[in-house]
């Protein structure tokens, strides 16, 4: 975490690296944005897993839409399945004492952009008297059932306890072990 955030900055300079668990993806997302209209070739790299991609994506999405096709994204595999990352190309996880940075950049500079449907799903609200709908936008699959109860019991475990989710191992058992309980 801290080291790859400190060698990125090193490497790429302070301007061009956004700590989105410091301050979310928006600021970043602005940036490029502006890049963009200045005519520079953009491109971002999630350092995370499928969870920060969509976050990323979901920025875009509301925040900066005529941009949707203009900023690619890259992939750092740094989660937990990283579904995304081995689906475009990116790998499943990123070993920092395999791969040197310098080396993933120069691939992420050098890529051939492809691009991915968004999928926006709106869903009905009832329950309160009033009407409402909900909408997510999705990058990769939708699930409901048995798989979707154990990501839901992850995601507010790693919410409320993030000290006990240290890397990509360690998340797996968690997903183990909330499964063997569901």
Same mark, same amino acid.
């Given at each position: 975490?801290?080291?790859?955030?400190?060698?990125?900055?090193?490497?790429?300079?302070?301007?061009?690296?956004?700590?989105?668990?410091?301050?979310?993806?928006?600021?970043?997302?602005?940036?490029? /944005?502006?890049?963009?209209?200045?005519?520079?070739?953009?491109?971002?790299?999630?350092?995370? !897993? &499928? *969870? =920060?991609? %969509?976050?990323?994506?979901?920025?875009?999405?509301?925040?900066?839409?005529?941009?949707?096709?203009?900023?690619?994204?890259?992939?750092?595999?740094?989660?937990?399945?990283?579904?995304?990352?081995?689906?475009?190309?990116?790998?499943?996880?990123?070993?920092?004492?395999?791969?040197?940075?310098?080396?993933?950049?120069?691939?992420?500079?050098? /890529?051939?952009?492809?691009?991915?449907?968004?999928?926006?799903?709106?869903?009905?609200?009832? !329950? &309160? *008297? =009033?009407? %409402?709908?909900?909408?997510?936008?999705?990058?990769?699959?939708?699930?409901?059932?048995?798989?979707?109860?154990?990501?839901?019991?992850?995601?507010?475990?790693?919410?409320?306890?993030?000290?006990?989710?240290?890397?990509?191992?360690?998340?797996?058992?968690?997903?183990?072990?909330?499964?063997?309980?569901?």
């Amino acid at each position: 975490g801290k080291e790859l955030l400190l060698e990125l900055k090193q490497q790429l300079g302070n301007a061009c690296v956004f700590d989105m668990i410091e301050e979310g993806p928006r600021k970043g997302i602005l940036w490029a /944005a502006t890049l963009i209209d200045a005519s520079f070739d953009v491109r971002i790299l999630v350092c995370g !897993g &499928d *969870g =920060s991609v %969509g976050w990323v994506a979901h920025t875009i999405y509301h925040h900066a839409l005529k941009y949707i096709n203009a900023i690619p994204i890259a992939i750092l595999p740094l989660g937990t399945g990283n579904d995304l990352a081995r689906s475009w190309g990116w790998g499943a996880s990123y070993k920092h004492h395999k791969i040197r940075l310098a080396k993933v950049l120069k691939r992420v500079k050098n /890529a051939q952009i492809a691009y991915h449907y968004i999928w926006k799903l709106h869903v009905p609200e009832f !329950g &309160d *008297g =009033s009407e %409402g709908e909900k909408s997510f936008i999705m990058l990769n699959y939708f699930s409901c059932g048995y798989d979707s109860q154990i990501a839901h019991a992850f995601h507010e475990k790693r919410r409320v306890e993030p000290e006990l989710f240290s890397s990509q191992t360690v998340n797996k058992l968690w997903y183990l072990n909330l499964g063997d309980r569901k």
